[in-house]
């Protein structure tokens, strides 16, 4: 099993920036992929960006320039850094991994909140 753990949400100005962490622990080693979710009051949980082992990494369009996802296979974490961050990112950051055979896991999720 694999269990994940967020950090990092609160609450920003417009075009400020965030960094959220995600750790893992666990069975690490059969963690596929692993990525950031998000949820906003009324709205279905949306991708917002994710990266496999090797790097390669995958953005919603409505981040692509703003958000970076990198990944520390040593520490078994995920980090999603956002920049020039709007309104329309207030939502819950939640991490996932997805494991090599197909199975999902799901962190607690953080707040982040973008408002003047």
């Known amino acids: 099993q694999v269990q994940l753990v967020e950090s990092g949400g609160d609450l920003v100005q417009p075009g400020g920036s965030l960094r959220l962490s995600c750790a893992a622990s666990?069975?690490?080693?059969?963690?596929?992929?692993m990525g950031w979710y998000r949820q906003a009051p009324g709205k279905q949980r949306e991708l917002v960006a994710s990266?496999?082992?090797?790097?390669?990494?995958n953005y919603a369009d409505f981040v692509k320039g703003r958000f970076t996802i990198s990944r520390d296979n040593a520490k078994s974490t995920v980090y999603l850094q956002m920049n020039s961050l709007k309104p329309e990112d207030t939502a819950v950051y939640y991490c996932?991994?997805?494991?090599?055979?197909?199975?999902?896991?799901w962190g607690q999720g953080t707040q982040v909140t973008v408002s003047s």
């Open positions: 996932n991994a997805r494991l090599y055979n197909n199975i999902y896991y």
């Open positions: 666990g069975t690490t080693f059969t963690i596929y992929s």
């Open positions: 990266i496999i082992k090797s790097d390669s990494a």
